[in-house]
């Protein structure tokens, strides 16, 4: 429960628990992106090509001090810690993206995938020197026709028994590989996902080290490379098209953690089931999704850093005679940022959560059985896709707050927004990943179909009782604990306190396990009924998407409470709480039609949670600058011209 | 009455019902935006030097033709005809939106200053080289401290009575002009807004015609111009701020239609009270409101136009072993696009009848009365509120349902997102135009003090009965016919049918009159309590917000009810009945909270309406690309890569 004095802010204090387990890694990640600072105004004065440049040499500089290779074995050069290198990267958002794109394209993508899915002849062939920055490379998977679906990629790897040597080939422009970064301009080498075909079988698909460049940069032959030109933002990455043109490349150059084809053409996995095997080999790759939430949660923090200061130095209207009323002060600003702060540190401490299960599952010395993975990935998925929408409608909401100011490139909401807004729909389109969490908490991972085959679902849970669909869900055993701790049986709904997190925590609960259910129901129903399977998926698709949002919702709600009642007591805990509460109360407001519809909300408790976030904001109101500063966003990279000091904008009168 | 079989449309009739009173200047204006088409390509190859003059080469030769002078006297080279003007710049959305606010800076701002503040000196001597765009000119009002609250503005202008000039000065960084279009490279004229002031007296704000550079090009002598640098988009656009150092100009120069000064110093106003008089003279330029809101809307047709047609080529899932489902033929999708659809014809319509309003207001030969002068101007800030608001919103959802494809610059959705973003913060920040809309509403339009001050608003009404508050809006007359077509008295919002447009406007008519009454009843309370009047207007501002929208939702739907019922039966008049019901549909649930709360909504009922939203959106799935064919966005504007014919995703399969 809420302490509800006037809230202080142990900023420092503040800051190393946000830091968590990585405060030296946070630390010198803040010190390197100050040395590169300039980057930030190069954005914007450099023409494309020339930013490309710069960015790729600041890349192979930071890979020279060991910044990106944290997550790589330390025989290749790496650091060894999962974790720190998550660390690393999420501290990266605070500075220019198109870096931190690049970083992740070379480091997480390309270097990830000779690491998840090579053996040790792909490791000692080329981690030392992509790990050091010295080989580039890019991860060809996406195609023009294919973005979601991966599955169904077109390109093809035909293996020519004669020689003993894969024929990759693009077969048609739909097949073509598209929005690759690092392939328009500096990658030698691409992991290129296709189909494997042997002796005419297809075995599904598979990944293989395809040369594209020659060392002095020339395109190979039968590789044909197109940039993709401008774009929203990043442009300092290199983003392009890759065709391939029956390019031969030796068997060896499979990566073959997980399937091999013989000298002789004889196809071999440990992994029995296709499905399987193509989702195992993409799971060993979520470390991709982990990082790109949490750049959009530290992406946040630099424009609420931003937004939040400017607010409390410009004035408007008010006080005839005197001077005008701070921004901050007016009460449709209050709601308009302090409840984006509060998000942000409720998805700050969820995503703490999931980099901690991605370490320990990536770090373990046994065996993970599957179901964990599957759970990993899912929190992945759902994570980043509410980390990223979060990313891009705080950014937006922030530039706006600063009116014409904002518009402004050098009061740096420009490049974070344009840089910030593909988030949503790479690394898997966030609609498409939270179909993939509703999957796994309706069919409780299981793993006996593709992870991306929404009719498999569909048929799958007609099949079973709504009533099993639901038991298997953890939900359900955290309903039971609603009713241990609430009084009152089922009159919780109205009686708890609602800044009481266990009121709020059974809110999220109930209504995860309702919509859950009632997706089973919808899904059951329609099979029944006798309809398409595809046309019974798409009614109830807003359904299943709005099922899994509530999942990761009350995640991210319990991840927040937890981190609360951990913090000892003092000025700290007391302000998270408050920022816990009107994180909790604003996510119901804002689907409190919902609750209502639900019989769980009733109008008047309705309209008193919309009155205490008005409370609770003007009690944050005081402490808003503390609160943004504690996000230790460095002050070179909220270099904001409207906030400079001796600038009009900046004066604090 | 929705007629729900399968709707057919008309394409052509369509159109021409869209484009209502100015078929041929419409049409004229699409063949114009395709003569100069290759701009597109310009906007995103050409540095920000070079576009710019490319911008602005476009801008004199559009002049030359025209097609930017339809607002002017035909005397001095206009057509005469304000309605044609607006219906002339709405239709330039389609196109490059630097082109288009460039136009909107000299004719709009620069040109609408001098016709509408000046009197017939000024217009000899300027109107008809700014009609041809021969003199090139800005419109300094804005101020780095001073966006929103202009009254407030800091430069001086200062009377000298020996040399019967006026002295411009800026006195500090805080009041330099800011973000002024046209003021970085190519004005040489400047209309500056200044506090006069005549023998240590102050006037208020007037309006100055100043010089700021020479034929060729020159800054002139006291004037210090700075380049606002690169912004989120509208880089074509010269944005700059400007220094005045005692910068002298005849007593001529002071656009005298509402104020004069006598040569031996003596200030005459025929509008005795000064807020009334400076409001009087901004109101002259509501304009531009009207102009940034239609603009909006029509940029939200290219956009739909090429996010339907992505989705209609786009294939993704499904269908084992046979080509994979059409983006479109998914639920969710559906939901995602076609009530944005809908919300565009309904704000087309609402904008034609403001625009219908601004035409006759500004076309009549006798005075028009003050109040209706008001709600004009109230009507044009609400409609560019949520015109701007909508605007941004759909590109950013049309980009992402594109995705990766959405997130390259040769897909349009780039220049449209970023040129459009500042159109919520400009021209008056949306927020604030929402509470000028309220304080009408709630003052009844009353004139006694400034536009913007919230605070004498409070008094203001803190001082009435609540009572008259709400007999006095129009909603309380409108309520009253609620109860006169919907039967079962008070039961209405149980009974009627939810396709029913009357049930609808009943809803929208009840929810703003409760809000408005509510927002009374709390400025009151807050008064009588004793409460600071900043304090009260502080709490209630998102309320006072709230309101405002609901009043202008309300506008809307009557705009768009009014259309259908007007048209001819037929198709079309059947699809837009479809297309009205899930307009008023989608904006009951997206507030549906609000209704529940204020038992004016079952929770049965509720669901039922968004079960019929997704219904709705099947029915208007087949007619999708007809729907948005109709917006009659030439071809050449809706050059997404993607779509070409013969590329991968424009293969309609």
Not at 165 to 175: A, N, R, Y
Not at 461 to 484: I, N, P, Q, W, Y
Request: proline share 3%; glycine share 10%; hydrophobic share 40%.
């Amino acid at each position: 429960m809420a302490d509800y004095e006037q809230p202080q802010v142990d900023v420092p204090a503040m800051t190393a628990l946000l830091d968590g387990s990585y405060v030296e890694v946070r630390d010198l990640t803040r010190k390197r992106l100050v040395e590169y600072a300039s980057i930030l105004t190069d954005q914007r004065d450099l023409d494309r090509g020339k930013f490309r440049e710069r960015v790729k040499d600041v890349v192979v500089e930071l890979a020279g001090t060991g910044q990106t290779g944290l997550g790589f074995p330390t025989e290749y050069g790496g650091g060894g810690d999962i974790g720190a290198s998550v660390a690393a990267f999420e501290t990266m958002a605070f500075g220019d993206l198109s870096v931190l794109v690049k970083v992740g394209v070379q480091f997480g993508l390309f270097g990830g995938a000779i690491l998840q899915l090579g053996t040790k002849k792909h490791h000692d062939a080329y981690l030392k020197d992509l790990v050091s920055g010295q080989l580039l490379g890019c991860f060809a998977m996406t195609e023009t026709g294919h973005g979601s679906n991966v599955q169904a990629l077109g390109t093809v790897a035909t293996y020519d028994v004669e020689t003993h040597e894969f024929v990759i080939t693009t077969p048609d422009d739909h097949s073509r590989k598209d929005y690759i970064g690092n392939a328009a301009a500096h990658a030698r080498l691409a992991v290129v996902f296709a189909q494997l075909e042997i002796g005419g079988q297809s075995e599904g698909v598979h990944a293989f080290v395809v040369p594209i460049r020659d060392a002095k940069g020339k395109v190979l032959k039968d590789v044909r490379i197109e940039d993709d030109g401008r774009k929203i933002g990043l442009n300092g990455v290199d983003n392009g098209r890759i065709w391939f043109d029956g390019v031969r490349i030796p068997r060896e150059n499979l990566l073959n953690r997980y399937a091999d084809v013989t000298e002789t053409g004889v196809y071999r996995s440990e992994i029995d089931n296709p499905d399987r095997r193509f989702f195992t080999m993409l799971g060993t790759l979520v470390q991709g999704r982990v990082c790109v939430g949490g750049a959009s949660i530290n992406a946040s923090k630099v424009a609420l850093s931003i937004a939040t200061k400017y607010a409390l130095g410009r004035r408007q209207f008010g006080n005839p005679g005197g001077p005008e009323e701070l921004l901050l002060d007016y009460g449709l600003h209050q709601r308009r940022l302090l409840p984006l702060i509060a998000r942000t540190y409720a998805l700050h401490f969820a995503q703490e959560v999931l980099a901690g299960q991605l370490h320990a599952v990536f770090s373990a010395t046994a065996e993970v059985d599957e179901r964990t993975r599957r759970a990993l990935e899912s929190r992945a998925a759902g994570t980043k896709a509410l980390g990223t929408w979060h990313g891009s409608r705080t950014i937006q909401e922030c530039r706006e707050a600063c009116g014409g100011a904002g518009y402004l490139s050098a009061n740096r909401f420009d490049a974070l927004r344009a840089d910030t807004d593909v988030f949503t729909t790479f690394e898997g389109d966030n609609h498409i990943l939270l179909q993939l969490v509703a999957k796994g908490l309706l069919t409780d991972y299981s793993s006996e179909f593709s992870d991306l085959d929404q009719l498999g679902m569909v048929r799958f849970v007609a099949g079973m009782a709504v009533d099993t669909v639901v038991e298997k869900t953890s939900v359900h055993k955290l309903l039971e604990r609603v009713k241990d701790i609430l009084p009152g049986g089922d009159d919780w709904a109205q009686e708890a306190e609602i800044v009481d997190s266990e009121y709020q925590l059974a809110m999220f609960r109930w209504r995860e396990e309702h919509m859950l259910a009632g997706v089973a129901k919808r899904l059951k129903a329609g099979m029944d009924a006798g309809m398409d399977p595809k046309e019974v998926f798409s009614r109830c698709q807003d359904h299943v998407i709005g099922s899994a949002r509530a999942h990761v919702e009350r995640l991210v709600l319990e991840a927040f409470v937890d981190k609360v009642r951990a913090t000892p007591d003092g000025p700290n805990k007391s302000a998270l709480y408050l920022l816990c509460d009107l994180y909790a109360l604003s996510a119901i407001e804002a689907d409190r039609g919902w609750w209502m519809e639900h019989g769980r909300l009733t109008s008047s408790r309705s309209k008193a949670i919309s009155k205490e976030i008005s409370e609770l904001c003007r009690k944050l109101r005081p402490i808003a600058e503390d609160l943004v500063d504690a996000f230790g966003v460095p002050a070179e990279m909220q270099a904001a011209e409207m906030l400079a000091p001796g600038t009009v904008e900046g004066q604090r009168m």
